[in-house]
T-cell receptor, first 112, second 115 residues
Framework: KQEVTQIPAALSVPEGENLVLNCSFTDSAIYNLQWFRQDPGKGLTSLLLIQSSQREQTSGRLNASLDKSSGRSTLYIAASQPGDSATYLCAVFYNQGGKLIFGQGTELSVKP | EAGVAQSPRYKIIEKRQSVAFWCNPISGHATLYWYQQILGQGPKLLIQFQNNGVVDDSQLPKDRFSAERLKGVDSTLKIQPAKLEDSAVYLC?????????????FGEGSWLTVV
């Protein structure tokens, strides 16, 4: 079964801390992996998309890595800010099935 | 550029009643998706349209859920009759094409509470 798992479900850190969010997937045959951000009461915003041939992508303070062989991706957030507080969702586009499969998300709270 | 528009934003209904949600995708986007997101879970694809044709509805509970995209632009998702477990956010999304490399843009969602 094609699944995506995110650990932890919730994370609280003080402002300024560097942090890592984890995502694991069950099948290495993927087109790509995306990280999304979801603010309370809002839809999803795409943060980073990593193609299956890539190892990482960077955007500002965000860095996402992909290790297909181990079925893992990490989202690294540097120098966290209260404005980073949101739920972060990992989604995998598997070769078979043709649709995005989402993890359950990690709810991040950055305290001032 | 206008984003994906959804209405209503919030709806409370009693079980066994019906409800309909409307979505207007980004102009020019041929692919439209409806996702269901239950509190604490990730979104789950209910149905995917390519223009006005259904590409994937394998996870749509067809005994109570229906969706249409008659002119290949706007779409409506209907639930009849609603059950308590249908309480969720219904997210509409669109993309230029179903190519996995295309960015998928999400609307803000329609929040359904069934009491």
């Amino acid at each position: 079964k094609q699944e995506v798992t995110q650990i932890p479900a919730a994370l609280s850190v003080p402002e300024g801390e560097n942090l890592v969010l984890n995502c694991s997937f069950t099948d290495s045959a993927i087109y790509n992996l995306q990280w999304f951000r979801q603010d309370p009461g809002k839809g999803l915003t795409s943060l980073l998309l990593i193609q299956s041939s890539q190892r990482e992508q960077t955007s500002g303070r965000l860095n996402a890595s992909l290790d297909k062989s181990s079925g893992r991706s990490t989202l690294y957030i540097a120098a966290s800010q209260p404005g980073d507080s949101a739920t972060y969702l990992c989604a995998v586009f598997y070769n078979q099935g043709g649709k995005l499969i989402f993890g359950q998300g990690t709810e991040l709270s950055v305290k001032p | 550029e206008a984003g994906v528009a959804q209405s209503p934003r919030y709806k409370i209904i009693e079980k066994r009643q019906s409800v309909a949600f409307w979505c207007n995708p980004i102009s020019g986007h041929a692919t439209l998706y409806w996702y269901q997101q239950i509190l604490g879970q990730g979104p789950k694809l209910l149905i995917q349209f390519q223009n006005n044709g259904v590409v994937d509805d394998s996870q749509l509970p067809k005994d109570r859920f229906s969706a249409e995209r008659l002119k290949g632009v706007d779409s409506t998702l209907k639930i009849q009759p609603a059950k308590l477990e249908d309480s969720a956010v219904y997210l509409c999304a669109s993309s230029f094409s179903p190519d996995p490399g295309n960015t998928i843009y999400f609307g803000e969602g329609s929040w359904l509470t069934v009491v």
